[in-house]
């Protein structure tokens, strides 16, 4: 009887600005979000409902979110350069239940239900700038950043094959040290995380037409962790301290072949941070993971063409991932993390139109999206779908695995742990996940003008073409692409400007597209689908002053 993916929103934002003289400004700005949600709707590939959008699950969804922000922006207007100061506080609270076998006790054999996942963080941000006042030969910007992070998450997972052990809503508070029969996963982990930036960044304009810029920036990471992992079979603690440094840089030059048309290219490094899994007892998942890196190169044109009516832009680019981020399985059941894969390349064309009117009433506009890549470097891991022919669906009866890692013997049996491995696959060669090789719109709007004011009716067509869900690129992996329509209509009233009037319609012939697809790599491996929204239509009262 659940509404999956109903929605409770609210949001509060606010700002003040200080001002005493023409060279000093203060902004004060807060934000506060709120969301109580019955979870996400993801459908079972097994689900016995034909119907996408109706769920045969039996546990509860629930998604509670809150989140507050505050902004401290200071500006200092000197006689040779512009000071800034960014200050912020944010601290989030996020709590949710999840039927994470996405099914029932009858249609699976078992079940593997999350009956709690908290997390709480509060993060303190600072970043100091000097900037070059503008109109002069050299702009330059330098600048630092600082990070302190605190968070804590709590776990408890609960799963089996035993009907007269139930999935409970609740759990004792030594539920991570119980050792209780149907605990598949329990954990309580403190994080400390501290970043540290300085950067420059200079544009040096060669000529009217012609500039270089160049920038680069030193960012240093550490992390802490503290974290108590159990389950009915063990128990264990994981204290562990890291950290890295990286350099990221960006070169890019750009000339005017005319007032209208621009040309570029651009090289530059950008990173994701690495960290620590917080997970205990594994056999293959690294206690540490590396930071992401991604070389992008990009050369491309922005034009104006036909007395400024059609603008043009095409872009071609080409990015090498080092040690791409992922979720790993591991042959220890429920146990995952994240790992890496050494090199990952991607490179493509997007190109993007936008026609209007001389007389402002037409408007015609156009995206479209072509990229390919793969696995550059032999790289080998374990597949979830293999794991699961070995192990047995860990939810169901713990003993329906094969050879060494039948009956328990997934569970600290070193032999099943060595059959696992032995089934490990090289994924050099294939394609990169979430990557669509064509995607694009395309939408055109119309202005009719009345004695009642103007009306601009809109439509709109979206593809996203078929993609990986994993870097296995098994047919379980194959997610289709979908085409969808959307409309719209505005109203502007002639006798009062700061009124709007709009009509929203998405997704009109109600599309059952494929959002994403996630194969559980922790133990259940069950697979399942989100669904993009269903048709909706919306309006909104707009009034400015």
Not at 257 to 264: E, F, G, M
Request: charge should be negative.
């Amino acid at each position: 009887g659940q509404k999956l993916d109903d929605l409770h929103d609210a949001s509060l934002k606010g700002a003040v600005l200080f001002q005493p003289t023409d060279t000093f400004k203060a902004t004060l700005s807060g934000t506060y979000y709120t969301a109580d949600q019955n979870g996400d709707a993801q459908k079972n590939i097994i689900d016995p409902a034909t119907d996408p959008r109706h769920l045969n699950q039996d546990y509860w969804g629930e998604f509670q979110l809150e989140n507050k922000l505050i902004n401290l922006n200071l500006d200092w207007e000197l006689p040779y350069f512009n000071v800034k100061s960014v200050s912020g506080y944010q601290t989030v609270s996020h709590s949710q239940m999840t039927d994470s076998d996405r099914s029932t006790f009858a249609t699976v054999g078992g079940y593997d239900h999350i009956a709690a996942w908290k997390t709480n963080t509060d993060t303190y941000t600072q970043e100091f700038d000097i900037i070059s006042k503008p109109g002069g030969k050299l702009d330059w910007v330098l600048g630092a950043f600082g990070l302190y992070s605190t968070s804590n998450q709590f776990v408890v997972e609960y799963g089996g094959g035993f009907a007269q052990i139930p999935p409970p809503r609740t759990y004792p508070d030594n539920i991570i040290s119980s050792f209780a029969p149907n605990l598949n996963y329990g954990n309580n982990s403190d994080g400390i995380r501290r970043s540290y930036a300085l950067f420059g960044q200079a544009t040096y304009h060669v000529t009217d037409d012609f500039r270089i810029t160049a920038g680069a920036r030193w960012n240093k990471d550490s992390y802490k962790l503290d974290s108590l992992t159990g389950s009915a079979f063990a128990l264990g603690r994981t204290v562990a301290t890291s950290g890295d440094e990286n350099p990221t840089w960006r070169l890019v030059a750009e000339y005017d072949l005319t007032a209208d048309n621009n040309i570029y290219a651009s090289v530059s490094r950008g990173y994701k941070p690495g960290g620590l899994n917080g997970t205990n007892g594994q056999v293959l998942i690294p206690l540490e993971f590396k930071a992401e890196t991604n070389d992008a190169i990009e050369i491309g044109s922005k034009n104006w063409l036909f007395d400024r009516t059609l603008r043009l832009n095409v872009a071609a680019f080409y990015y090498k991932h080092k040690n791409f981020q992922f979720i790993e399985t591991d042959p220890v059941p429920f146990v995952s993390g994240i790992d890496n894969v050494p090199e990952i390349e991607n490179y493509g064309l997007e190109i993007e139109a936008n026609y209007t009117s001389p007389d402002k009433k037409l408007n015609i506009g156009g995206t479209l999206s072509l990229q390919t890549g793969e696995v550059s470097k032999a790289f080998t891991t374990l597949d979830s779908t293999i794991v699961q022919q070995l192990e047995g669906t860990a939810i169901a009866s713990f003993g329906n695995g094969v050879g060494p890692c039948a009956f328990f013997g997934s569970y600290g049996n070193p032999a099943c742990f060595a059959a696992v491995l032995a089934s490990a696959k090289d994924v050099k060669g294939n394609s990169p996940p979430a990557a669509p090789e064509v995607s694009g719109s395309i939408n055109a709007s119309y202005r009719i003008d009345s004695s009642l004011g103007s009306f601009t009716p809109r439509v709109e067509i979206v593809h996203r073409g078929e993609q990986w869900a994993r870097i296995f690129n098994e047919s379980v992996d194959h997610v289709k692409s979908y085409t969808i329509v959307n409309a719209g209509l505005v109203f502007l009233p002639s006798n009062n400007d700061n009124f709007s009037f709009t009509l929203t319609g998405t997704n009109l012939f109600d599309k059952d597209g494929v959002n994403s697809r996630f194969i559980d790599p922790y133990g259940t491996f069950q697979i399942s689908d989100q669904y993009i929204p269903p048709r909706q239509v919306m309006a909104t009262v707009a009034f400015k002053y």
